[in-house]
């Protein structure tokens, strides 16, 4: 598995933003393929539980009909983070291995970030941004080299990739530069051929390996979408010709997330609310697995502020 730099792409997605060509039809489409170390059949919806990790694979096909004839030279696709990650009912679905400090809250200046952020960073997240790992947190130790903090751990390319050896590859055979970007809100794959493209062979073909993880409290169903607006990391191809086509037929990869059951959840004051059982807790309150509010056989007593005696029936 060959990956490189970012640098090489990112040069290119400087050449062409701000410039890029019309909408074009070609498809680009976003399967699952594998939830945690299982794999599964192709499939663009998909159910997992909170906590999993789900791995999908992009294909592109149909760029002939906008450019007929044309040889494809570079790609590049975005995950549009905004619209993705926080698109179920509750909890997130974020790109796997990813560990920003503050995970990814969003700004239009510094005012609106909580005060343990130093910046409102380029594609309007909150940071904690850097110029050496002193500057960082014990918690997030790493002055990750986009000039933000991130976790010890953070290791997303680990899960999120182009696999250039991948027999289906669009550019196989070819000399080419690939590579994966990652930031708060910005979730990049790309590859460039450094002679003649490729012609549209009518079928489809890999183009790179994504990866989300579904917080613990994630819940519902999740709609990954690519990223088809101009933007500096839009999602993009480019011809011999040098002709520049933005991509906007990606249909979307629906991720549903189970919920945990919900019970009634007494609080302080004999108050009731229905929730899971861990939210409950952190309340805290005394769940009730086999009822709900407003239930006949259930009657919540007052409690005193301060007692937390719960434990779930």
């Known amino acids: 598995m060959n990956r490189t730099a970012w640098g090489a792409l990112v040069v290119l997605g400087c050449a062409v933003s701000g410039s890029t060509g019309p909408a074009m039809a070609v498809t680009v489409v976003l399967r699952a393929v594998q939830v945690n170390d299982t794999p599964i059949t192709p499939t663009d919806s998909v159910t ?4 999993d990790i789900v791995v999908s694979e992009a294909y592109i096909s149909g760029w002939d009909e906008n450019e007929p004839g044309g040889r494809l030279k570079t790609y590049q696709l975005t995950v549009d983070g905004l619209g993705s990650y926080w698109s179920g009912d509750s909890g997130s679905l974020l790109p796997a291995g990813m560990d920003f400090f503050g995970g990814a809250v969003p700004c239009h200046f510094l005012s609106d970030c909580p005060p343990v952020f130093n910046s409102c960073h380029i594609g309007g997240q909150c940071a904690l941004s850097c110029n050496s790992d002193s500057h960082c947190p014990s918690s997030h130790p790493r002055c990750h080299f986009s000039g933000l903090c991130v976790g010890a751990d953070h290791d997303p390319e680990a899960y999120s990739f182009v696999d250039q050896e991948h027999p289906e590859h ?41 990866a989300f993880e579904a917080s613990n409290d994630a819940c519902g169903p999740f709609t990954v979408l690519f990223q ?23 249909p979307p990869l629906e991720v549903n997330v189970a919920c945990p059951p919900v019970g009634a959840c007494c609080l302080q004051g004999g108050a009731c609310e229905n929730l899971p059982q861990a ?22 007593p007052r409690i005193l502020l301060g007692r937390n005696p719960w434990t779930a029936r």
């Open 228 to 250: 088809t607006e101009p933007d500096f990391y839009d999602s993009f191809i480019i011809f011999d010709s040098g002709a520049s086509y933005l991509i906007d037929t990606a």
């Open 170 to 210: 669009l550019f196989a055979g070819h000399l080419v530069v690939c590579a994966v970007r990652h930031a708060p809100f910005e979730f990049t794959a790309g590859c460039a051929t450094f002679y003649t493209g490729v012609p549209d062979d009518g079928e489809e073909h890999y183009a790179a390996t994504f």
């Open 48 to 51: 997992i539980q909170p906590g």
């Open 279 to 300: 939210a409950c807790g952190q309340r805290p309150g005394e769940w009730h697995a086999t009822n709900l509010c407003g239930d006949s056989g259930l009657t919540c």
